[in-house]
C-alpha cells in the first residue's frame, strides 16, 4: 500500500519538486486525509452492510449528505446554482454518476470485502488521468506515467499476494 500511495505522489506532484512548496504538500497530506476516510468506510461499511442492504445504507448515506450540504448552503456558504439548462444537465448528471458510483462502490464491499475494495480503488486517479487523456486531450508528463505505472503495480502486487492460496 505505501508503494501504491507513493506511486500516486510521483503521479499528482506532476512536473514539480516535492519539496517545492506548501501546495503539493497540502494536496499530498489531504489525500492521504482522504484515504484514511474512505478506507475507515469501507471497513464501517462491511460492518454494516452485514447486517443491512447496501440500498438502505445508500438512502441514509444521500439523506446525511443533503442534510449537511442543506445546512451548509443555508448558514455558512451561499451556492451559486447553475444558470442554464446545459448546468443544471450537468449538475444532475453528475449527481447520477456520483449515486450509482457509490451504490457500486458498497456492492463492491459486499461482494469481495473492504480490503480489496480499497485495494483497487486506489487505482481511481490513474483512470481519471487516462481519462482525462481521452476526453480532455491533457497528455501527461513523464513523471505522471511513471507514477501511474508505479500505482498499478502495487496495487496489482498487493491483489497477487492476496489471492486465496491453493491448499495441497
Known sequence: MVLAFMGLIIALAG???????????????LALIAATCLAALLLFSERVLERLPAKIMMLYML??????????????????????????????GSAALYVTATLLLFKAV?????????????TSPVWAMILGVIVLGQWLSAQQVMGASVTVVAVMLLQWIARPRKTE
Open 15 to 29: 512536473s514539480d519538486n516535492l519539496l517545492a512548496g506548501w501546495d503539493v504538500r497540502i494536496g499530498i497530506a
Open 63 to 92: 439523506l446525511s449528505a443533503t442534510a449537511v450540504v442543506g445546512f451548509v448552503s443555508l448558514f455558512i456558504v451561499e451556492l451559486t446554482w447553475p444558470a442554464s439548462p446545459v448546468g443544471w444537465l450537468a449538475l444532475c
Open 110 to 122: 459486499d461482494l469481495v470485502g473492504s480490503l480489496q475494495t480499497a485495494i483497487i480503488d486506489n
